[in-house]
T-cell receptor, first 112, second 115 residues
Framework: GEDVEQSLFLSVREGDSSVINCTYT??????LYWYKQEPGAGLQLLTY?????DMKQDQRLTVLLNKKDKHLSLRIADTQTGDSAIYFC????????????FGAGTTVTVRA | DVKVTQSSRYLVKRTGEKVFLECVQD?????MFWYRQDPGLGLRLIYF???????EKGDIPEGYSVSREKKERFSLILESASTNQTSMYLC??????????????FGQGTRLTVV
């Protein structure tokens, strides 16, 4: 979606941290999401953050939100080969919480 | 295990054909969506529905229509298929969390090729 932007590719060595970045334009976004798509599969929700939070941690995943700059990032610690996938940033807005707007997706390739 | 099931994984259709893509969810969700996914463009919303017999246009509805006669089923219709509709089509369903936010559950996708 044109309102959510991500870089298209990221290559990372196994065991390193991955950082995937996303910018969005709508300041009324209430929730921001990260979805993962493995090859041949649909998307699956990884984590989400409410817009009044700065950070959320869930095991190897850390989400950082800079609301002033409208910047969202997903950090994956100790990246594994199973983390190779396409990662989508998405936002939902106010009264239309159920309607998601997705970025183009970042293809993460984990190399040995 | 929650499920969104799309009727076909792969379809090949001819230009001008009428094409039906079917989607069924077993989670009693109010909301259902059809997206298309193209490299470098991500997911673009075609149509969505927040209730039976209700539908709303998404960002790219031209050349498509939808039908939601039952809560669990949401169909995407290509009235006259064209080669620029060759794409991966993803169906999703969702409901709202009680404390706000939503989780969309996706089907595995239908790869449609129009020749």
């Amino acid at each position: 979606g044109e309102d959510v932007e991500q870089s298209l590719f990221l290559s990372v060595r196994e065991g390193d941290s991955s950082v995937i970045n996303c910018t969005y334009t709508d300041s009324s976004s209430t929730y921001l999401y990260w979805y993962k798509q493995e090859p041949g599969a649909g998307l699956q929700l990884l984590t989400y953050i409410f817009s009044n939070m700065d950070m959320k941690q869930d095991q190897r995943l850390t989400v950082l939100l800079n609301k002033k700059d409208k910047h969202l990032s997903l950090r994956i610690a100790d990246t594994q080969t199973g983390d190779s996938a396409i990662y989508f940033c998405a936002e939902s807005m106010g009264s239309n919480d159920y309607k998601l707007s997705f970025g183009a997706g970042t293809t993460v390739t984990v190399r040995a | 295990d929650v499920k969104v099931t799309q009727s076909s994984r792969y379809l090949v259709k001819r230009t001008g054909e009428k094409v039906f893509l079917e989607c069924v969810q077993d989670m009693d969700h109010e909301n259902m969506f059809w997206y298309r996914q193209d490299p470098g463009l991500g997911l673009r919303l075609i149509y969505f529905s927040y209730d039976v017999k209700m539908k709303e246009k998404g960002d790219i509805p031209e050349g498509y229509s939808v039908s939601r006669e039952k809560k669990e089923r949401f169909s995407l219709i290509l009235e006259s298929a064209s080669t620029n509709q060759t794409s991966m089509y993803l169906c999703a369903s969702s409901s709202l969390y009680t404390n706000g936010g939503t989780e969309a559950f996706f089907g595995q996708g239908t790869r449609l090729t129009v020749v």
